[in-house]
């Protein structure tokens, strides 16, 4: 699916002003690790007109795999930077259906998102769990201090966590520099298509 920017600018001028105004509702606060027991990660992956998302629960800290899900559906919107959440939205809730964790890692930014509301951040409001955004690369535009180098992801404050807390929860997943309950997501995603 294209997207034709151009086209839909009114309407993501509106969408960018929601970003906005929904920044504003991130609540950050530190996380204490001994109270957390299961973490989970979610990614997507797409093949042609198809979006797969795969959720993963893992013990804490020790990432032991306990649930997945996987789901395939239709890519509900065009990829255009910075507006991630309008596609990835709607797949990423739906893996994530019927699994306890205590945090949840999103394979996309929360706060280090131009219009401080990415990915993580939207998912984690609606989830109302701690949520961090984890990248492999940094958006333009974004301030240094709403991000943090951690093995090789560019990690963020998504919902109900502070930055220090982010680090240091992320730092205890982490496999081959990148924390391992998204990496077994990511795999799971780009799987067997059927």
């Keep these: 699916m294209r997207a034709d920017k151009e086209a839909l600018g009114p309407k993501l001028e509106r969408i960018a002003e929601i970003q906005r105004r929904l ?3 991130i609540i950050e606060r530190p996380v204490e690790v001994s109270n ?3 973490v989970a990660g979610v990614d997507v992956s797409y093949r042609d007109e198809l979006a797969r998302a795969a959720a993963v629960v893992c013990t804490f800290p020790d990432c032991e795999v306990v649930s ?6 239709e890519v509900p919107f065009p990829y255009i930077p910075t507006f991630f959440f309008l596609r990835e939205t709607r797949p990423v809730l739906l893996a994530l259906r019927g699994l306890k964790f205590d945090l949840l890692f999103v394979e996309g930014h ?3 998102h131009p219009r401080g509301y990415g ?5 984690g409001l609606l989830v109302g769990k701690p949520t961090v955004g984890v990248a492999k690369a940094r958006l333009r535009g974004v301030s240094p201090r709403t991000y943090r180098r951690v093995g090789k992801a560019y990690v963020s404050v998504g919902h109900l966590i502070d930055l220090e807390s982010a680090v240091r929860i992320t730092a205890f997943t982490l496999e081959n520099g990148y924390p391992r309950p998204l990496r077994i997501a990511h795999r799971l995603s780009k799987g067997e298509w059927t």
């Design 23 to 25: 920044s504003g509702r």
């Design 68 to 73: 997945v899900n996987k789901v395939s559906v």
């Design 119 to 123: 990915l993580a951040s939207h998912i």
């Design 110 to 112: 929360g706060k280090a």
């Design 36 to 38: 957390l027991r299961f």
